[in-house]
C-alpha cells in the first residue's frame, strides 16, 4: 500500500479524524466512492462526441 506500513496508516487516519472529525469522515468517504465509481465509468464508457456537439441553428 504505497509502502506504507500499519504505524504509518494510523497516523494519518488519526490525523485526518483530529482535521475533519468524526462526524465528517463517512460523508468525505461517500462522496470520494462517488467521484471515483463516476470516473471509473467514464473511463470504460466514454461519451459520445457526436450527441456532445452544437445542435443545428436552421430553424431560424
Not at 497516523?11 to 462522496?31: D, M, Q
Not at 463516476?38 to 473511463?43: I, R, T, V
Amino acid at each position: 500500500m504505497f509502502g506504507l506500513g500499519w504505524p504509518e496508516v494510523a497516523i494519518i487516519a488519526g490525523v485526518a479524524l483530529l482535521i475533519f472529525g468524526p462526524k465528517k469522515i463517512p460523508e468525505l468517504g461517500k462522496s470520494l466512492g462517488k467521484t471515483m465509481r463516476g470516473f471509473k465509468d467514464e473511463l470504460q464508457n466514454p461519451p459520445d462526441n457526436e450527441s456532445s456537439e452544437k445542435p443545428d441553428d436552421n430553424n431560424n
